[in-house]
């Protein structure tokens, strides 16, 4: 950026839990030094004063879940040089994303007393299916050591260094035994993305799959393994649709398997 110009941040949210804002409020010292580096224009979860845009860079946190969603998003988009979504919500649709399986008009139904009143789109679904993104930034919530380095790169003007390999690797480096080998535990660690500092396996829980998958998964190879490890293909398919459930490749690897159990 030039020296002249102080670059503008705006932090937007959409249909989420605001917990990737608050990785970016945990920074707290790294913050203030960030804060005098740039001009955080429009961020309402710390703050009602908004600067007018354009903004140099946005994040985005929450899927695209109303009408309403669908035109802001395109106003971010224009607003903004470099967008760059953050958490499950924002790449993947979220833990809302599981009402794309379902009906979800039988549920409006069934949950309030007044359907007819609450406007909502059919499915749930990530920021880049509706604009064009610069970066994602998995993981529910992120990690801001992560984000901090995504924030630092593109003011810079260069790509994030931000790894691409699984949650094994990590388990490997704090030299934790792999549960699903030593003890047959269900562990997605092998076909999720890196980032949490494989904090489940490390008290022996497989991984959840916060972080969403890692680039080129091999998901038959992983859903075989967890039927070894004697769950049965219904429960292959709950374990891959937790917060990344739409995720292609846990959408895709999810879906095989139920039309498997028809």
Known sequence: MSATHKPKLAVWKFASCDGCQLSLLDCEDELLTLAGEIEIAYF???SQAIQPGPYDLSLVEGS????HDLERIQHVRRASKYLVTIGACATAGGIQALRNFQDSQEYLALVYASPNYIE?????TPIASHV?????????????QQLLEVISAYLHGRKPNI?????????KRRGTVCVMVAQGTPCLGPVTHAGCGAICPAYNRGCYGCYGPKETPNMAALSAQ???????????VRVLRGVNAYAEAFRRESETYEQQNL
């Open 120 to 124: 909502t789109l059919q499915t749930s």
């Open 44 to 46: 309402l979860e710390a």
């Open 64 to 67: 695209i879940s109303t009408p």
């Open 226 to 236: 967890l039927c070894q490890c004697g769950l049965r293909r219904q429960e292959v």
């Open 163 to 171: 790894p691409a390999y699984s949650v094994c690797m990590e388990c």
């Open 132 to 144: 064009r993104v610069d970066f994602e930034l998995s993981g529910c919530p992120i990690n801001k």
